[in-house]
């Protein structure tokens, strides 16, 4: 096992290679379904819900996890509001599908191939192993999460009342409540599902107050198919997981729009109880049969779909605003590498700038909303070049992922982080500057703490004990 682990592999796995085929085999099927290039779309969509639901083989499948999002953001809810799942005047489709869904596949191949070519059997060994010297870790300091999650919430408490610069290491601090999750699970302790369960209810519940979801939908998705790698329980009750995940997308989708309204229009106060009451209203409704689900189901399509803002740049650029040539791409290297001490005038996250500049939409003030990798790819490169940018855009953060899973060989307490540092990459909503201010500095700033934690456990001397080095 080990010597398979230190096997030096570049390009696709042998699994690697058996799912593009069962990807062509699905896609072959999804044609005679639906006809398109949605269907490619879907074949993909199978083969990945696939490999995350009932074949994942290391702790964390990040790069299948970005091509399921990617595909349903980009592909799959545009094609449902072309076929009339929900109709809106500012959030519809803005061309036809038949200029839209071309762009958009190819951009999901480009991106698709680029992520999964370092897909190796070296860094599932590196993962597995990291866990394993882990929990021999955790069976001497058991109380290495609950100080991870007393970190995470002074951390949630200085970024609250800590200046705007700095609130991004607030943000990064809070956030390691998520790697308290990972340790936890990790742990022989035997109240560690009890920890998990508060750690991410204390999470939901954070989330409810700002009425962003992003982050603890991610990772309830993270934490449960990592529970189902350490547990390998049975193909049913996996898809019972599964099914029970995409009902409680659907809940908190269905009154997430009503709650943001409430209390973005001043006419209610943000709390924990408001959200639970209009949740709970609409799943009886919803139960009862005043509300038909079709409803329900159209504004989850429309909430994720992504598509929708670029098919406005589609409309716009080129007719309106010429293409970027990659401007938005070096901007976002200068931001992520320089401090903002030496850039000034450095692009800041969110994608306001870009989203007004190449949608002609106006922003409410105080409003961030991104063009997505996707939407950013075309309105630099065109129909063309987006794709191949997307396929270098992805073996990019293919190597980053590979890289930072290196150093869990040295570390194993950074295993837990690699979530954490790459889940901005996940989103498909990002833009360049956003994902790679988050990637660079997530990756410096979890090394970091990782190599702190093991330096402080170790005394400080090569000597002592090597809690959290590898022997």
């Known amino acids: 096992m080990t ?52 074949a994942q083989d290391r702790l964390f499948d990040l790069r299948w996890t970005a091509v399921l999002i990617a595909t349903i953001q980009c592909v799959i809810t545009p094609h449902l509001a072309y076929r009339g799942a929900y109709e809106h005047d500012r959030y519809g489709m803005y061309v036809p599908e ?30 597995i192993l990291a866990a394993r010297q882990l929990r021999q870790v955790l069976l001497r300091r058991p109380d290495l999460p609950i100080i991870l999650f007393a970190v995470s919430l002074l951390g ?53 107050a700002s009425s962003l979801f992003h982050d603890i939908l991610l990772w ?35 009154a997430k729009h009503e709650y943001r309204t409430r209390v973005w229009k001043g006419s209610e106060n943000a709390s924990h109880g408001l959200y639970f009451d209009i949740a709970s209203e609409r799943m009886i409704a919803l139960c009862t049969g005043r ?6 189901f159209g504004g989850m399509v429309l909430r994720l779909n ?28 200068r931001s992520s590498l320089l401090p903002r001490i030496l850039a000034s005038n450095k692009a800041g996250a969110g994608g306001r700038e870009n989203f007004e500049r190449f949608t002609h939409l106006d922003l409410s003030r105080g409003t961030s909303m991104g063009i997505g990798t996707q939407g950013e790819a075309y309105a630099n490169f065109g129909a063309i070049g987006a794709p191949i940018y997307l396929m270098a855009y992805g073996l990019a953060i293919a190597w980053l992922i590979s890289s930072y899973a290196k150093l869990s060989e040295r570390i194993p307490l950074a295993v837990a982080m690699l979530p954490n540092t790459f889940l901005f990459a996940l989103k498909a909503e990002g833009d360049f500057v956003t994902v790679s201010n988050f990637v660079t500095k997530g990756f410096l700033f979890h090394a970091a703490i990782a190599a702190g934690l093991a330096y402080a456990f170790r005394g400080g001397s090569h000597a002592n004990s090597r809690n959290l080095d590898r022997s």
């Not at 839209?100 to 480009?110: E, F, N, Q, R």
């Not at 309106?320 to 901007?331: D, L, N, S, Y």
């Open 3 to 54: 010597n398979a682990a230190q096997e030096p592999e570049v390009g696709f796995s042998t699994y690697g290679k058996t799912s593009l085929q069962i990807a062509l085999a699905a896609t072959a099927i999804s044609l005679l379904l639906a006809a398109g290039w949605a269907s490619l779309g879907y074949g993909l969509a199978g083969v990945a819900t696939y490999r995350l639901v009932f």
């Open 156 to 208: 949630s408490t200085a970024s609250a009342i800590s200046p705007a610069a700095l609130g991004f290491v607030g943000y990064l601090f809070a956030n390691l409540k998520y790697t308290a999750v990972v340790l936890f699970l990790l742990s022989g302790r035997s109240d560690r599902l009890v920890w998990t369960g508060a750690v991410l209810g204390y999470a939901f519940l954070e989330s409810a």
């Open 306 to 333: 992504q598509g929708w803002i670029t098919s406005r740049i589609i409309q716009v650029v080129p007719a309106a605003e010429p293409f970027a040539e990659g401007q938005t791409i070096t901007r976002g290297l």
């Open 291 to 296: 509300m038909p689900i079709s409803e329900v």
């Open 98 to 127: 038949a200029a839209y869904m071309p762009i958009a596949v190819s951009c999901l191949i480009g991106f698709a191939v680029g992520i999964l070519f370092f897909h190796t059997k070296k860094e599932r060994w590196s993962q």
């Open 220 to 254: 309830g998705a993270i934490a449960g198919g990592l529970l189902a790698f350490l547990l390998q329980p049975t193909a049913w009750t996996r898809a019972a997981i599964a099914v029970a995940l995409v009902v409680a997308i659907m809940a908190i989708q269905s």
